[in-house]
C-alpha cells in the first residue's frame, strides 16, 4: 500500500512523515483492510494547510463504517444518511447556537474556511473503531499542533482524548473550548449549550478576522 503524500504542502515538511509513516504504512500493510480509502488519509491536511488554520476540531479515529469516512474528522460523505450520531448531535448544538447547520454532513466548506478536522490516527479497520489507535498516528497530531502554536488559534476540543492531546496549548495565546464530547453517551454532560461556534466566530471578529459561516454551503 501506498499513501500519497505528494499533496500536503506545507505540513510535508514535518518529521512524522520522514521518521514515523515508513513504519505505520508497514503495519497497515500487514493488518488488512482500513478506512478511508489511501487516497483519503490525507484529506484534512491537503485542505486546510498551516498557514489557513484559523481553528481546530480534533477528533480520535475515522468512522468504522465502510463508505462514511473520507479524511476529515467528524465529517462523512454528503450522501451519507442518517447521520452519525456524534455529527448528528454537533448539528444540534449549532442548531441551537446559530439557527441553521449544513444541509449534509460533508464538513469540507469547514475545512476550506481554515477548520482543520483533525483525528488522532488517521486510519481504522472496518467495523473496529479504535483499531488503529497504537499505530503511532498521534505523533502527527503532535506535530501538527506544534506547528500551529505560532500564531493565536481556535480550539474545539471535545472531550478528554482531545483535551489530552492538545495539553501543551496555551489558553493564554489562543482561544481554547474545552467540553464533553457529542457522542450521545457525555453530549448531556457539557457538550450541549457550550455554543462553540458562536464563541469561535465571536473570537475570531474580535482579531479583525471574518467569521466563519458553519451552516453555510459551498461547491464541493
Request: proline share 10%.
Amino acid at each position: 500500500m501506498s499513501l500519497d503524500v505528494s499533496r500536503l504542502g506545507g505540513w510535508g515538511g514535518l518529521a512524522f512523515f520522514r521518521d514515523r509513516l515508513p513504519g505505520i504504512v508497514q503495519r497497515l500493510d500487514a493488518g488488512g483492510a482500513m478506512l478511508p480509502p489511501a487516497h483519503q488519509v490525507f484529506a484534512a491536511l491537503e485542505l486546510t494547510q498551516p498557514q489557513d488554520v484559523r481553528a481546530v476540531i480534533l477528533g480520535q479515529d475515522p468512522y468504522p463504517t465502510p463508505g462514511h469516512a473520507h479524511g476529515l474528522a467528524f465529517s462523512v460523505a454528503p450522501e451519507v444518511q442518517p447521520l452519525p450520531r456524534s455529527l448528528s448531535n454537533i448539528f444540534k448544538e449549532m442548531q441551537d447556537d446559530l439557527g441553521a447547520c449544513p444541509p449534509t454532513g460533508d464538513l469540507r466548506p469547514w475545512a476550506r474556511q481554515g477548520v482543520l478536522l483533525l483525528n488522532a490516527a488517521l486510519t481504522v479497520p472496518p467495523g473496529a473503531a479504535g483499531g488503529h489507535m497504537s499505530l503511532g498516528w498521534d505523533r502527527l497530531a503532535h506535530e501538527v499542533l506544534a506547528a500551529l502554536d505560532d500564531r493565536p488559534r481556535a480550539f474545539l476540543l471535545w472531550g478528554r482524548p482531545a483535551q489530552k492531546l492538545a495539553a501543551g496549548i496555551d489558553p493564554a495565546r489562543h482561544l481554547k473550548i474545552e467540553t464533553a464530547h457529542p457522542s450521545p453517551l457525555s453530549a448531556r454532560r457539557g457538550f450541549f449549550g457550550s455554543r462553540p461556534f458562536s464563541r469561535v466566530n465571536s473570537w475570531l471578529e474580535s482579531r479583525g478576522e471574518p467569521a466563519i459561516s458553519w451552516a453555510g454551503t459551498e461547491d464541493t
